[in-house]
């Protein structure tokens, strides 16, 4: 498929839930921008940000934990340090065992995304690392990250 050809990154007014985050300069690469497999750092760091502090992931000893077992990112433009990120969090799906978030890269104050993602969990009991039903008190927490005017 030609990049012409590709459907447009989602608008910032697609995401619900935001987190700021710098970029260093151990992020650019040789060819003078963010490396693609930071993406993939910011969208762990979000992701797991949003459920901490919401009391649902305890990353010591909580039950259940998520397990990442799919990843994506298309990218539309660079970013490169020193410049600031905004981390667009938005539902995706939600499933029996599985939540898929996606996530919106911007450059601080743009409206159009640099970059965006998509992260899915499958959430596990601890012990034995089954899959288990997404617990009724995280569903509906999640159900405020649905898609923005849904």
């Given at each position: ?9 989602l ?10 985050l ?89 409206e ?39």
């Amino acid at each position: 498929m030609s990049p012409a050809a590709r459907a447009p990154l989602l608008p910032r007014s697609a995401y619900v839930h935001w987190h700021s985050l710098p970029t260093l300069w151990a992020d650019n690469d040789a060819y003078g921008h963010v490396n693609n497999a930071v993406h993939y750092r910011w969208f762990d760091t979000v992701v797991n940000s949003w459920l901490i502090a919401r009391g649902l992931l305890d990353i010591a000893t909580g039950d259940p934990i998520g397990l990442v077992v799919e990843t994506g990112c298309r990218y539309a433009g660079s970013i490169t340090y020193p410049d600031p990120v905004e981390i667009g969090l938005r539902l995706d799906r939600l499933g029996g065992s599985s939540v898929t978030y996606r996530l919106g890269v911007f450059r601080q104050g743009d409206e159009a995304a640099a970059a965006e993602g998509h992260f899915t969990h499958v959430y596990v009991d601890r012990a034995h690392r089954r899959p288990v039903p997404v617990p009724a008190a995280w569903r509906e927490a999640l159900q405020a990250l649905g898609p923005a005017g849904e």
